[in-house]
């Protein structure tokens, strides 16, 4: 069974950049899709990006665009999200997770299709 445990969250000044990680234990993880959520006081969880089985294809959710970046590295099992330009409105808990189906690409922004999760970690973006 996977395990994600995040890491690298903190408090940053708007505009500053954050890089947060996510660790995998257990197998399999280079078979599946990853991707960010995150999760703000009083508000739903909400998509924050999606990176493929090899990499190659990656999305992002319309706040975040132009500003994050994912990335993978399945020989580490890791997962990182690099945080740009951050704005108070990206303060939230930020949570990895694992898509339910190998290999799939669709309904990357569905929490549905993730069925393992990390803990979260908390970023704080102050004005």
């Known amino acids: 069974q996977v395990q994600l445990v995040e890491s690298g969250g903190g408090l940053v000044q708007a505009g500053g950049s954050l890089r947060l990680s996510c660790a995998a234990s257990g197998r399999p993880f280079s078979s599946y899709g990853l991707g960010w959520f995150r999760q703000a006081p009083g508000k739903e969880r909400e998509f924050v990006a999606h990176i493929s089985v090899s990499g190659s294809r990656t999305a992002y959710g319309v706040s975040v665009k132009d500003r994050f970046i994912i990335s993978r590295d399945n020989a580490k099992n890791t997962v990182s999200l690099q945080m740009n330009s951050l704005k108070p409105e990206d303060t939230a808990v930020y949570y990895c997770?694992?898509?339910?189906?190998?290999?799939?690409?669709?309904?990357?922004?569905?929490?549905?299709?993730?069925?393992?999760w990390g803990q979260g970690t908390q970023v704080t973006v102050s004005s």
């Open positions: 997770a694992r898509r339910r189906t190998p290999y799939m690409v669709a309904d990357y922004s569905r929490q549905g299709e993730y069925d393992t």
